[in-house]
Nanobody, 127 residues
Framework: QVQLLESGGGSVQPGGTLRLSCVVS????????MGWFRQIPGAEREGVAA??????RYADSVKGRFKVSKDNTANTLYLRMNNLKPEDTGTYYC??????????????????????WGQGTQVTVSS
């Protein structure tokens, strides 16, 4: 059974930078399509970024500030977050779904498309 473990969250001031990591265990990350989601209390889990490299897609609110990348040799998915804003505050989750037979990871940002989830890491942006 694949497991996902996020790390890298914390408290930063507006304009700051964080890099989140999601380590995959129990299988190779190359067998999965992955993404990042975030959630604030009382709201639905929002797809922040999916895919990687030229295939990446982002929520409009984070475009130009966040970058998702994947290192299959390290079995790790990353999310670099620059110029953080208070509205970026929330719990960030890593998610995975099995790679389709055609080997193409459509950069899906709907939470219903993903089967595996990490426990989340808290990001707080405040002055």
């Amino acid at each position: 059974q694949v497991q996902l473990l996020e790390s890298g969250g914390g408290s930063v001031q507006p304009g700051g930078t964080l890099r989140l990591s999601c380590v995959v265990s129990g299988d190779s990350s190359s067998n999965y399509c992955m993404g990042w989601f975030r959630q604030i209390p009382g709201a639905e889990r929002e797809g922040v970024a999916a895919g990687s490299g030229g295939n990446a897609r982002y929520a409009d609110s984070v475009k130009g500030r966040f970058k998702v990348s994947k290192d299959n040799t390290a079995n790790t998915l990353y999310l670099r977050m620059n110029n953080l804003k208070p509205e970026d505050t929330g719990t960030y989750y890593c998610a995975a779904r099995s790679l389709p037979a055609d080997g193409w990871c459509a950069p899906l940002r709907s939470r219903t498309e993903y089967d595996y989830w990490g426990q989340g890491t808290q990001v707080t942006v405040s002055s």
